[in-house]
């Protein structure tokens, strides 16, 4: 604003709306605080522009023009007048839309100009936001349609359910109508008026007491503005006809709380009533009849109350006629809840023989005894000596059984608990896979278990009465350890050696204790040794695996920084090759780039050690890929080995795993046994098989039960020492000649294997050659991979823009200057942080994002998630040397389009960038 008075300006500046002005050309000429606010734009950029240009979408731009020309011009500002409103989409400085209201007025311009305004009229605009007001107007109408629906919903169910309900709008219930069923057992038309305050034509009694209106449940509730629940009245309809109802009664409030009406429910309750009548009749009866029984039995029941045991007496149909006190004790049911019943149908007993056969020898012998099984009125089983005496009347027939249950349940329980303990002890002691022995006290074995039968070649029998100290190598140190166990009373890891009856020598450690009599008195003495011969060889396994990890852990912390190195040397020979013509140079370049490529692939073999996976991973057949590896085999190893293939396994029989490291183990342990053999030839035998390992069938434990795919390979070389064979599989570990190999050729197959959950093992003794085992996991799922040629070098169309991030300043510009020739654009940055700004100024800059993994700011899988937020469909490589963190799967996972391992090729680099574009021309 330039010109006005001072109190017109404040004005504008502490106004809450937006307030604009223009002028016949719609440039702006006022432009307020609040305006700032709202468009984004300050005062002195929105000053003499065009309006419609800066704040009016395009596609909205023909429809404001013509409000603009439509205005009312107003003669007299000073004159009422109403401004013309519209809602209009607007455009705020950061391209972000609202939707707006704004009032226009159009007059005419004062004697002096207004901030240089051209013509002589001044549109003026009031603006505001009305986005959420226009969403809570929209929120409003869908909470009237939903509440709408609700409503008519409501209405719909009451038709339709069941249940009888009355209904009520007036607060004194004089009006009440019902619903189908309501009116059904009411005898009520639809829509009738069956208010009890205005019809006469109903009447309603409680225990014989006529009820007036306000003790009705409808009218009570709504009297008391409270629910009335469960209330029971019987009602005389118009036909005569009487019902017996039970409602509830709720009053329907307004905001307020006060009672606009009521609402009910009733139940026809009339047929329940006379069947509880009924009930308490049949009640009344049989109480009767109890009472009789009960008064008949007195006389039996005073004579033997006084007894602990359950007697009872039964009838010729096993029903219960007689239930003293200790039978209620014994089994929980009173005399009332016995009496009349069936002995097996309460007791649930169990007969040791057929009832039938039990009754007939009572009729024979007038008597019996036996074990029963009984249940408790609680549900315990009870196990009774039962004693049975049949009672026949003076004709001979038989009239009652005298039944006496003697309860023996925790007798038999602790003969049980003594059987079992005995057996469950036994077993503790064959299940044990220790030897075990018991020894008296004048040395004699008196029980022994299987372990020890094995580890002596002795059975029980053999042992049993045989002196202890015969087994061991030194007998008067087995007969010490035993003495000094019965003077002290324990001994522990107590080193012998057993002796097998084949002469094998077992080395253990004994641990023994005294055993004592009821009496107190050491009874023996009780010895248990362990075979330390398979301790020894796990700790030996386990300090072999925890080298070849730390091995492994230091060879992948190398590799990245290695590879960056490698990135730089062939990156720079290459561009160097294409700088010079002279021949000799250039040969030197090829021995640097053919060395560089070599160091590479020796980086792999570290990775392939270290775990790390370079490739990817799939369902490969093994018997073809073998095939092909030993004709490989037998073109390049020497024609004094002889070479033979056994294949004991189905043609599609796979693994999971990269074609190329599984054919390396295979050459690295051919390679191996070739060397081997170099001085005197011999024969080489590859096998391979499919095996199912159960849990004993691998002693070590260092693979699991399962379907494996059994690789051996064998050689008649000059074998390995024991020495040897420990350290075979350590990196850079070597027997031959400097400069004959590196050391690394068993460490990557170790590498390679253990990567794949498999296990390696060698046996090996001078002179007599060694063989290899390699198990890996067999997989039943056959994906087969489709065959690509090789691809040809990518050169750009166009000259797309690349933006190039590495914190490796000779990787960055020796990689810039290699992009440049390839036809690109280049971007560089050592910095993430700083290539991420730069991006995000101006996303559509880039056509390609070629970035690092291991950098000091962001990783660049970070980078690419946060490049990928602004821009989705950007093409994202990316580089790493070595990580532990990020896969090709992973990657893909977060949008990268390709990932690729350093150092890299011109060549490769080429191809690289050809597939992430296609990828995204494809998408």
Not at 484 to 489: N, T
Not at 611 to 637: F, Q, W
Not at 785 to 798: A, D, L, M, R, W
Request: negative net charge.
């Amino acid at each position: 604003m330039r010109k006005g008075n001072e109190g017109y300006e404040l004005l504008l500046e502490i106004a809450p709306e937006a307030i604009i002005c223009i002028d016949e050309r719609r440039r702006v000429l006022v432009w307020n605080s609040a305006a700032e606010r709202l468009l984004g734009y300050p005062c002195n950029e929105a000053l003499g522009v065009d309006l419609v240009s800066l704040i009016i979408p395009k596609e909205h731009t023909a429809s404001f023009e013509n409000q603009l020309a439509a205005l009312p011009l107003v003669e007299n500002p000073g004159s009422p007048h109403a401004p013309t409103v519209i809602e209009i989409q607007l455009r705020r400085s950061c391209g972000a839309r609202f939707l707006a209201e704004i009032s226009l007025s159009i007059g005419r311009l004062a004697t002096e100009k207004l901030n240089g305004a051209d013509g002589t009229t001044v549109t003026t605009m009031v603006m505001r936001d009305v986005t959420e007001r226009k969403r809570a107007e929209e929120t409003l109408r869908a909470s009237r349609e939903e509440l709408r629906q609700r409503v008519e919903e409501v209405e719909t169910l009451m038709e339709v359910v069941p249940a009888a309900i009355w209904v009520s709008y007036d607060p004194r219930c004089d009006h009440i109508v019902g619903n189908r069923a309501a009116n059904a057992f009411y005898e009520a038309s639809d829509g009738e008026n069956v208010s009890a305050n205005v019809s006469p034509a109903r009447r309603f009694l409680k225990n014989g007491r006529e009820l007036e209106p306000g003790e009705l449940p409808m009218q009570e509730a709504a009297a008391k503005n409270a629910d009335v629940r469960n209330a029971e009245v019987e009602v005389l309809l118009p036909s005569g006809k009487e019902l017996s109802l039970l409602g509830s009664a709720r009053p329907l409030r307004s905001e307020d709380g006060r009672v606009r009406g009521c609402v009910a429910t009733f139940l026809d309750i009339t047929e329940r009533k006379w069947m509880e009548e009924e009930l308490r009749r049949s009640r009344d009866e049989l109480e009767m009849r109890v009472r009789e029984r009960t008064d008949q039995l007195q006389l039996y029941k005073d004579l033997l109350e006084l007894s602990h045991e359950a007697i009872l007496i039964k009838d010729a149909d096993h029903r219960i006629t007689f239930w003293n006190q200790g039978a209620e004790e014994q089994y929980g049911w009173t005399e009332k809840e016995a009496l009349g019943q069936i002995t097996q149908e309460l007791l649930h007993i169990r007969y040791p023989t057929p009832l039938a056969e039990i009754t007939a020898d009572l009729l024979n012998r007038g008597r019996w005894e036996g074990e029963l099984q009984h249940t408790t009125k609680d549900g315990r089983e009870l196990t009774v000596a039962s004693r049975w005496a049949l009672r026949r009347d003076k004709g001979g027939r038989p009239v009652a059984i005298l039944q006496i249950n003697n309860n023996i349940t925790e007798r038999k329980r602790l003969e049980n608990a003594l059987r079992s303990m005995n057996a469950y002890h036994r077993g503790l002691i064959e299940a044990n896979l220790d030897p075990l022995v018991t020894i008296d006290a004048e040395g004699k074995i008196s029980d022994a278990n299987v372990a020890t039968e094995h580890v002596t070649g002795y059975s029980r029998s053999q042992l049993v009465g045989t002196d202890f100290c015969d087994y061991f190598t030194d007998r008067e140190k087995a007969r010490e350890g035993y003495r000094h166990a019965f003077a002290f009373g324990t001994v522990r890891d107590y080193a012998l050696e057993i002796r097998h009856r084949d002469g094998r020598v077992t080395p253990v450690l004994y641990n023994a204790s005294v055993y004592r009599d009821d009496a107190g008195n050491v009874a023996g003495v009780f010895a248990a040794a362990r075979d330390m011969a398979e301790v020894r060889r796990a700790e030996e396994q386990l300090r072999q695996a925890h080298k070849m990890e730390a091995v492994g852990t230091l060879a992948g912390g190398i590799a990245h920084d290695f590879n960056n190195m490698l990135a730089v040397i062939i990156g720079n020979a290459e561009l160097a090759l294409d700088d010079v013509e002279d021949d000799g140079p250039r040969q030197n370049l090829r021995q640097i780039l053919n060395a560089s490529k070599r160091s590479r692939d020796l980086v792999k073999q570290i990775l392939a050690f270290s775990r790390s996976k370079t490739g990817g991973e799939t369902t490969v057949k093994i018997v073809p890929l073998l095939k092909e590896t030993y004709e490989l085999l037998r073109a390049s190893l020497p024609s004094t080995i002889r070479m033979k293939l056994n294949v004991r396994t189905k043609v599609d029989t796979a693994v999971v795993g990269d074609a190329s490291k599984l054919q390396q183990v295979v050459i690295n342990l051919a390679n191996n046994a070739a060397h081997a053999m170099r001085e005197t030839g011999g024969a080489l035998t590859i096998g391979l098989s499919s095996v199912t390992l159960g849990p004993k069938s691998f002693p070590e434990g260092r693979v699991r039960p399962g379907s494996y795919v059994k690789l051996t390979m064998e050689d008649t070389g000059r074998g390995m020492t024991p020495e040897v064979r420990r350290r075979a599989f350590e990196p850079f570990f070597t027997t031959m000649e400097p400069g004959q190999g590196t050391g690394m050729g068993l460490s990557v197959v170790y590498g390679i294997v253990k990567g794949y959950n498999g296990t390696i093992e060698v046996k090996s003794e001078p002179g007599r050659g060694s063989t290899f085992t390699v198990l890996l996991p067999r997989s039943d799922a056959l994906s087969p991979e489709e065959e690509q040629g090789e691809e040809e070098t990518f050169h750009p169309s166009g000259n797309p823009h690349v933006l190039f991030v590495d914190d490796e300043p000779a990787v960055v510009e020796m990689t810039k200057i290699m992009l440049e020739r390839m036809g690109y654009r280049v971007t560089a940055f050592t910095s993430s942080s700083e290539a991420l700004k730069a991006f995000t100024r101006n996303p559509e800059r880039f056509d390609l994002i070629i970035t690092d993994q291991t950098m000091p700011d962001t990783t660049g899988v970070s980078l690419a998630k946060e490049i990928l937020a602004v821009r989705q469909d950007m093409p994202i490589i990316l580089c790493t040397g070595y990580s532990e963190t990020v896969s090709p799967e992973t990657a893909k996972k977060a949008g990268i389009r390709q990932f690729v391992m350093k150092p890299i090729t011109k060549k490769e680099m080429a191809q690289a960038i050809h597939r992430a574009l296609d990828e995204g021309e494809e998408e």
